[in-house]
């Protein structure tokens, strides 16, 4: 403890809860934390394990105190496991000399496609810009706006790619069809059938052939989602 004196952390010492039992505990142990599954991994930890966390308090101080960890989850994001744990609220105030304070609240929208900006001067003329900031995501995190702006426009620029690959295909299919069957085509114009006749019948094998690809696309596309997006 000296050590961490020496070097600048602030040491915060509580009393020992006495069970009914006689038997006692740091106090520091009702408030949990939950570790994250990577973090986990790394720090060698499970379910009923110590942990010891260090941040800066309100007055830009050092802390630190121990907390059991009381549960592990797992997210999609390997970089958000590495750095953030769940703790409950009034054992972070304590620890950070905070008492009945909170740094910021989340809101989330219900519908994805909501004008946010409207959201914001709701909640700003409701709370009062004196007291609080009211901010969007994007004005957070501005370089996620940018990232995901850029992997928008690739996708859109794969997307036209693909589709004018595939337009080249079909059109290379119809036309080979059609070459194939210039003696069967031949043949039946001299049965008098009209040339716009022979267009219509290479126009609806070609609209067929779109229509059954379409499908089966939709179909494998619907199927590889379901099966990978959980």
Same mark, same amino acid.
């Given at each position: ?50 942990? /010891?966390? &260090? =941040? ?7 802390? *630190? @105190?121990? +907390? ?95 589709? /004018?690959? &595939? =337009? ?7 036309? *080979? @069809?059609? +070459? ?51």
């Amino acid at each position: 403890i000296n050590i961490l004196q020496s070097i600048g952390y602030e040491i915060k010492s509580k009393e020992l809860r006495v069970r009914p039992d006689g038997t006692a505990k740091g106090d520091w142990d009702m408030g949990m934390a939950i570790d994250t599954l990577a973090m986990a991994e790394r720090l060698d930890v499970k379910v009923g394990s110590k942990v /010891v966390l &260090m =941040a800066q308090d309100a007055h830009h101080n050092k802390t *630190m @105190a121990a +907390f059991r960890v009381t549960g592990i989850y797992q997210t999609v994001s390997n970089d958000f496991e590495r750095v953030f744990v769940f703790m409950t609220l009034s054992s972070m105030q304590e620890m950070l000399d905070m008492p009945g304070k909170v740094l910021e609240y989340v809101i989330r929208v219900d519908d994805p496609k909501e004008n946010l900006s409207l959201v914001k001067e709701d909640l700003a003329s409701g709370l009062g810009e004196g007291d609080y900031k009211t901010m969007t995501w994007k004005e957070i995190f501005p370089l996620l706006v940018q990232l995901v702006t850029m992997f928008n426009t690739f996708t859109y620029i794969f997307f036209i790619l693909v589709f /004018v690959a &595939m =337009a080249f295909g079909i059109a290379n299919a119809v036309l *080979m @069809a059609v +070459f194939e069957r210039m003696r069967e085509l031949g043949i039946m114009k001299a049965l008098g059938t009209r040339p716009g006749q022979v267009f219509m019948l290479v126009a609806f094998e070609s609209v067929s052939l779109g229509v059954v690809g379409v499908i089966i696309g939709v179909l494998t596309g619907w199927a590889t989602v379901a099966y990978f997006g959980h």
